[in-house]
């Protein structure tokens, strides 16, 4: 099945890069100690663990709209939503606590 | 929040890879061994242990179900409409943690982490297939290769109302304690809902990447979660997870079993106790 194949290569592809990121950073972090270069790196890998499974649910709507499929591409539209509702909320109480 | 050194993040790798291993040879996941570590004996806020679970559980779900996709074993459809429920769950999950009192968290922990032990002893496993592959497994049905068969499996799923209402309290919990939520999902698709238990094991597996997502986004936002020791933790797991399911196949997991329900019971009562105080 195609959507499957798809999503395997979108999560391969997230935990590679996300995993490279966090050993980079780690080793950056043993060499030269708690520094922006390391933090900024570390700060990647967590970004590109998070966004791979977004990546997978935006792939999963693009495959279902193709397919012509609207119920599931609206249910996944849903869950995109919903993903973003908590990055948003995360936004908020951030300036407010 | 921890102060970050060399010696924190080797321990948290250590204890990453233990809680991997012990989750990819027990199927319940890592998280449940690794948040009480870090918050009782490493001394963290329980929501600065539950983020670097959340990270460890988003590393899992996606490397498990990189390799299982095209197996055919991971229903999408079903998990695609059950993670409506499960993330709504793991949103307000978040937003709760983020209110209620650690005492409070660490008390749910110790019932949560004693149902698992209770779910691992009792695991009842029901076959749930139809040796038909020509029967229509409906919308939410599949199929798939089963080698203990020698050849294609239907099913059917059943009371979708329930599936649904477990993943919802499944996600919730996911964000609150900084767990996957499978050890809830699996066993109430496989008793209730006509899902062989490696489907439901492999669907959930594929679900909780999105579930622990949209908990941990909440967690990071709020600067609860340290990248450091997020990437030390999730390095040990993804190890541990590999050399576990590398290994398992020579284990024997039942005394193992026994063993890890007992250490669970002992987790239980700590958190409960450290809850109480």
């Known amino acids: 099945m195609k959507l499957e194949r798809l999503i395997g290569v979108v999560l391969r592809a997230g935990v590679v890069l996300s995993s490279t990121c966090f050993t980079v950073g780690l080793v950056v972090y043993l060499l030269a100690g708690y520094t922006d270069l390391s933090r900024l790196i570390l700060q990647t890998g967590v970004i590109v663990l998070l966004a791979t499974p977004v990546a997978r649910v935006v792939v999963s709507i693009g495959q279902y709209v193709s397919e012509r499929d609207w119920t599931f591409a609206a249910l996944t539209l849903i869950v995109l939503l919903e993903l973003m509702a908590s990055a948003a909320a995360a936004l908020v109480l951030n300036r407010r606590l | ?277």
């Open chain 2, 1 to 277: 929040m921890p102060v970050v050194t060399a010696t924190l993040a080797l321990i948290i790798f250590s204890v990453g890879a233990v809680s991997g291993s012990l989750g990819a040879l027990l199927g319940i996941g890592g998280g449940v061994f690794l948040v009480p570590f870090l918050n009782l004996v490493l001394g963290f806020p329980f929501s600065v242990a539950a983020a670097i679970s959340l990270t460890t559980v988003i590393a899992t779900s996606s490397s498990v179900s990189a390799a299982s996709a095209g197996k055919q074993l991971i229903n999408m459809r079903l998990g695609m409409l059950l993670e409506v429920a499960t993330a709504a769950g793991s949103f307000l999950g978040g937003m709760t943690a983020q209110l209620i009192a650690q005492s409070v968290l660490q008390k749910l922990f110790g019932f949560v982490a004693a149902g698992v032990a209770l779910v691992m002893l009792t695991r009842l496993q029901r076959r749930n297939v139809i040796l038909d592959p020509t029967i229509d497994p409906g919308v939410l049905g599949a199929r798939y290769y089963e080698a203990e068969s020698g050849g294609m499996v239907t099913y059917r799923v059943k009371r979708l109302p329930l599936a649904i209402g477990a993943s919802f309290v499944a996600g919730n919990l996911s964000s609150l304690l900084g767990i996957g939520g499978g050890i809830i999902k699996v066993p109430a698709l496989n008793a209730w809902c006509g899902i062989p238990l490696r489907a439901a094991a492999a669907t959930s597996a594929f679900m909780i990447g999105v579930t622990a997502t949209a908990g941990a986004v909440i967690y990071y936002g709020r600067g609860q979660l340290e990248p450091a020791l997020a990437a030390a933790a999730v390095l040990g797991v993804q190890l541990g997870s590999w050399s576990g399911m590398r290994f398992g196949a020579f284990a024997s997991v039942k005394g193992l079993k026994l063993m890890m329900a007992a250490v669970l019971f002992i987790l239980s009562a700590m958190m409960f106790l450290r809850g109480g105080r």
